[in-house]
């Protein structure tokens, strides 16, 4: 039998795919085109409005492909949120799995495709396909969210904090190094509160100590740390330890005490002020990586200006932004929802224009320079150009890239070092640079 794989959303549920095709790719071979396919199989996000529609385009989509007798199974966020209301909606899907049930699925796909899956067959990161770049991986090292934030559903989808042992990440990220991978970039809703659930304490910094004695040339990113737990203990950890990539990717949503309240999101202004100065300080080249919501109930127009001043203050390597969306079942539905889609729109521009000129002050700053820990992630067949990323990019594509300029061949996750020549606001343009 072949499978058909489709991936929607962010990092996680890509671990999720890889550990699903783990487990099917003993009975199914892995196919490239949905009408080679006896199962299509389609992992699906439903974070946001945008991110439904996706996944249900997707779905329609796919469906055109199906040869006859195939079979569609969804999986995922949407499967999750909303699989009382979608199957009669979608009679193109013949299998809803929701990611209560990924502990079963192989007795679910057999039912569906009447194969021979033994009942005891589960999956697990340590039996991935994996569909990163040998360079680089994720590793998620818990599931779901202890915070409710008043906008974010992910707590009515993935449900309360559980994390993974200790002992299990550490044996899935020496199998990783093991293999050659560079990058290791730990991944979770919340990953400052990592541990909580099993060992009633904040464990994130006990992690990486275990993690840092893996024997290897890696380096650990660290993505989605909630601001009021970056504490000093694992800022100073990070600094101490060149194995751990100096990158702080701290979503704050806003930096206005009343709206924050209203987010119910922890901590204040002068708090987020002195976090990200005492990161600078102690780590001058640490990388700060945020997001923002604007157009969120309660914001008004002198709300923007002041969230505006705080950008222009901290300066931030990186930087996102979303409009509001209400999600169902959040907090925010209880609050007035006055703000008009046109005027989200004109404060997501207003602050981006700022961060815009942000980013090209910064990236003006080092032309000239050397960067002596990039790494080529592909090759630019219209600029006859490589392309890198160092520790200052994260894998998502948000962040931007350098564009290389080589006399010879390079490889895919070669390291190489970058002399720097121009740039624009989200990327840098250099030559490889060779010691003399």
């Known amino acids: 039998m072949n499978i058909y794989m489709v991936s929607l959303g962010c990092a996680k549920n890509q671990v999720d795919s890889e550990m699903i095709l ?15 396919a006896d199962l299509i199989l389609i992992n699906t996000c439903a974070f946001i409005e945008p991110a439904r529609k996706e996944a249900i385009d997707t ?9 006859p007798n195939a079979k569609m199974i969804v999986c995922g966020c949407l499967a999750q949120r909303y699989k009382d209301e979608i199957v009669k909606l979608l009679p193109e899907v013949d299998r809803f799995i929701t990611i209560d049930e990924y502990k ?3 007795n679910i796909v057999n039912s569906v ?13 340590l039996n991935r396909v994996y569909t990163s770049p040998s360079y680089m991986t994720y590793v998620k090292i818990s599931e779901g969210c202890l915070n409710r934030c008043a906008f ?76 009021d737990i970056v504490t000093d203990e694992l800022i100073n950890f990070i600094k101490d330890n060149d194995k751990i990539m100096p990158y702080f990717d701290i979503p704050i949503q806003h930096s206005e005490d009343l709206i924050l309240e209203k987010m119910k999101r922890r901590g204040n202004r002068k708090y987020l002020l002195d976090l990200f100065n005492k990161i ?50 959040t907090k925010a539905c209880e609050y007035p929802n006055i703000i008009s889609e046109d005027e989200k729109q004109k404060r997501y521009e207003r602050l981006m224009e700022v961060q815009n000129e942000i980013s090209l002050n910064k990236n003006k700053a080092l032309i000239g320079t050397v960067l002596d ?32 300029a080589a006399k ?12 720097v020549l121009d740039c624009d606001s989200y990327t840098l343009t250099g030559e490889e640079y060779v010691s003399k």
């Open 22 to 36: 783990g487990l099917l790719k003993q009975k199914m071979k892995i196919v490239e085109s949905p009408s080679d």
């Open 113 to 125: 495709m009447k194969s021979d899956f033994k009942s005891s067959d589960i999956i697990s990161p």
């Open 152 to 227: 974010c559903a992910i707590p009515l989808i993935r449900g309360n904090l559980k994390s993974r042992t200790i002992e299990d990440i550490v044996s899935e990220v020496k199998l990783h190094v093991s293999e050659g991978v560079y990058e290791i970039n730990l991944i979770s809703q919340d990953t400052t509160k990592y541990g909580y659930d099993l060992y009633r304490e904040l464990k994130l910094v006990d992690l990486l100590k275990e993690l840092v004695k893996i024997d290897g040339d890696f380096k650990i990113r660290l993505l989605y740390l909630y601001p």
């Open 104 to 106: 079963d699925i192989a």
């Open 408 to 419: 010879k061949e390079l490889k895919l996750g070669q390291r190489i070092k970058v002399k």
């Open 59 to 67: 779905i329609l989509m796919l469906s055109d492909y199906k040869k």
């Open 280 to 329: 600078k300080t102690l780590i001058p080249n640490a990388i700060l990586r945020t997001t923002f919501i604007v157009g969120f109930p309660y914001e008004t127009n002198k709300d923007v200006d002041s969230l505006i001043d705080f950008v222009k203050e901290v300066k931030f390597d990186r930087l996102g932004a979303f409009t509001f969306s209400l999600e169902e079942g």
């Open 373 to 404: 820990d990039a790494f080529i992630i592909d090759y630019d067949e219209d600029s006859y150009m490589y392309v890198a990323r160092s520790y200052a990019y994260a894998p998502d594509e948000i962040d931007g890239c350098i564009y290389v």
